[in-house]
């Protein structure tokens, strides 16, 4: 599978192309958006994910960000550093995977109950792929919220993504979910915190639709 053809080849070329095991091999128990945004995501988590559901954290690292008085069944990371997802608090098993080698997911269809990717969506190099593989584990009417900011490590981010402001890279995002062709209810969400110097964020949800997926 590979539903990239949508896009020229470079847009999805990276300043450095050498294997992305190496650049996440060593941890980085750092945040990636600050407290005000964190905060903000939080609570859309809590908008969207209902309680006592199957999660996918998709892209995981040390921290989810998930609102942590919210009782969850089980939530699953999926990541690149085994050390970093060893220490999130929040997960309950994970799955050392690069999905830009590998964007089969290694779940069951129609898993999970919600799937979140937080502020690691740049650096999807088969992002298609990737959101399609989301649908098919996710269960109907399930959300998928994917949430950025302006942050990035420029050197693996692809060049679509620097080429773009935030209105331009929402609207690149909300394109992954349609050529997807497994979600419904797509919409862009602003939920950069009000009246300080924070950093912006952003996010697209879309729904895992209630029709039969075709593979």
């Given at each position: 599978m590979?539903?990239?053809?949508s896009?020229?080849?470079?847009y999805f070329?990276?300043?450095d192309?050498?294997?992305?095991?190496?650049?996440?091999?060593y941890p980085?128990?750092v945040?990636?958006?600050?407290?005000?945004?964190?905060?903000?995501?939080?609570r859309?988590?809590?908008?969207?994910?209902?309680?006592?559901s199957?999660v996918?954290?998709?892209?995981?690292s040390w921290?989810?960000?998930l609102p942590s008085d919210?009782p969850y069944?089980?939530?699953?990371g999926?990541?690149m550093n085994?050390l970093?997802?060893?220490?999130n608090?929040q997960?309950?098993?994970?799955?050392?995977?690069?999905?830009n080698?590998?964007s089969r997911?290694?779940f069951?269809?129609?898993?999970?109950d919600?799937?979140?990717?937080?502020?690691?969506v740049q650096y999807?190099?088969q992002?298609v792929?990737?959101?399609?593989?989301?649908?098919r584990v996710?269960?109907?009417?399930?959300?998928f919220?994917?949430?950025?900011s302006?942050?990035?490590?420029?050197?693996?981010a692809i060049?679509?993504?620097q080429?773009l402001?935030?209105?331009?890279?929402a609207q690149l995002?909300?394109?992954?979910?349609?050529?997807?062709?497994r979600?419904?209810?797509?919409?862009?969400l602003d939920?950069?915190?009000?009246g300080?110097?924070s950093?912006?964020l952003?996010?697209?949800?879309?729904y895992r639709t209630h029709?039969?997926?075709?593979?």
């Amino acid at each position: 599978m590979n539903q990239n053809q949508s896009f020229p080849e470079q847009y999805f070329r990276r300043m450095d192309e050498s294997d992305d095991e190496r650049f996440y091999d060593y941890p980085r128990l750092v945040v990636h958006i600050d407290e005000a945004a964190i905060a903000a995501t939080t609570r859309l988590y809590r908008e969207f994910l209902p309680a006592d559901s199957d999660v996918l954290d998709l892209m995981s690292s040390w921290r989810s960000h998930l609102p942590s008085d919210v009782p969850y069944r089980r939530v699953v990371g999926l990541g690149m550093n085994e050390l970093e997802m060893r220490e999130n608090p929040q997960l309950t098993d994970y799955v050392v995977q690069n999905l830009n080698k590998t964007s089969r997911l290694p779940f069951d269809d129609a898993s999970f109950d919600g799937c979140i990717l937080t502020v690691s969506v740049q650096y999807l190099t088969q992002p298609v792929d990737v959101f399609a593989e989301v649908g098919r584990v996710l269960r109907p009417g399930a959300p998928f919220l994917t949430v950025f900011s302006n942050r990035m490590f420029p050197t693996k981010a692809i060049a679509i993504w620097q080429s773009l402001d935030d209105r331009g890279h929402a609207q690149l995002v909300e394109s992954y979910y349609q050529l997807a062709g497994r979600f419904e209810g797509i919409q862009s969400l602003d939920r950069s915190p009000k009246g300080s110097y924070s950093d912006p964020l952003y996010a697209v949800v879309g729904y895992r639709t209630h029709q039969p997926l075709t593979f």
